[in-house]
Nanobody, 124 residues
Framework: QVQLVESGGGLVQAGGSLKLSCVAS????????MAWFRQPIGKEREFVSA????????NQQDSARGRFSISRDNAKNTVYLQLNALKVEDTAVYYC?????????????????WGQGTQVTVSS
């Protein structure tokens, strides 16, 4: 079993930045694809970004490209999501997910492990 705990969310003005962290426990995540999804209130969960176990393969939603950056530190069992140039429409609960696979997937059903989420609120 893998437990995931996200942190780093908060309230930020449009144009600002946040760095989300997701710390994994229970198993070393070096063989796990790690991903970030988000869920705006009243909407379905959507894919943001994912990275392979080695960090060499990334997958990213078009809306995130150029503004968000995923990275991982396997020695710390941690994955990060740097959020830059935030927009009001980025407001959502951001979830970390993990699965033991080789290719980063953008499909939520492909991930076995999920964190509890961290709220990101962007004000205008």
């Amino acid at each position: 079993q893998v437990q995931l705990v996200e942190s780093g969310g908060g309230l930020v003005q449009a144009g600002g930045s946040l760095k989300l962290s997701c710390v994994a426990s229970g198993r070393a995540i070096g063989d796990y694809v790690m991903a970030w999804f988000r869920q705006p209130i009243g909407k379905e969960r959507e894919f943001v970004s994912a990275v392979s176990g080695s960090g060499g393969i990334h997958n990213q939603q078009d809306s995130a490209r150029g503004r968000f950056s995923i990275s991982r530190d396997n020695a710390k069992n941690t994955v990060y999501l740097q959020l830059n140039a935030l927009k009001v429409e980025d407001t959502a609960v951001y979830y970390c997910a993990a699965d033991r696979r080789s290719i980063p997937s953008g499909t939520a059903s492909g991930y076995a492990y999920w964190g509890q989420g961290t709220q990101v609120t962007v004000s205008s």
